[in-house]
């Protein structure tokens, strides 16, 4: 089993960051992917932003310049920090991790955006 903590998120005005960290621990190979999604009220769950193992990482055209994706393959911890952020980014992030054909998720996060 693997399990994912996260932490960060909150209220922040337009423009401002913010920066998420979700810590994986549990059974954990190397040849995984972790990173985000986010869902907002009404709406679907979306990707955010990926990184492998490897540091491949991938975005959603919307956070592109904007967001970036790191992780610590020795802490098991990916990062995600958010800058510039608009008040469409207020939602709940959910951290996850993807390995030999599986999909764990975080508890989720409360990110918001307003002045």
């Known amino acids: 089993q693997v399990q994912l903590v996260e932490s960060g998120g909150g209220w922040v005005q337009p423009g401002g960051s913010l920066r998420l960290s979700c810590a994986a621990s549990?059974?954990?190979?190397?040849?995984?992917?972790m990173g985000w999604h986010r869902q907002a009220p009404g709406n679907q769950r979306e990707l955010v932003a990926s990184?492998?193992?490897?540091?491949?990482?991938n975005y959603a055209d919307s956070v592109v310049g904007r967001f970036t994706v790191s992780r610590d393959n020795a802490k098991n911890t990916a990062y995600l920090q958010l800058n510039s952020l608009k008040p469409e980014d207020t939602a709940v992030y959910y951290c996850?991790?993807?390995?030999?054909?599986?999909?764990?998720w975080g508890q989720g996060t409360q990110v918001t955006v307003s002045s």
């Open positions: 996850f991790l993807r390995q030999l054909g599986s999909t764990y």
């Open positions: 549990g059974s954990i190979n190397d040849f995984n992917a």
């Open positions: 990184i492998t193992g490897g540091g491949i990482t």
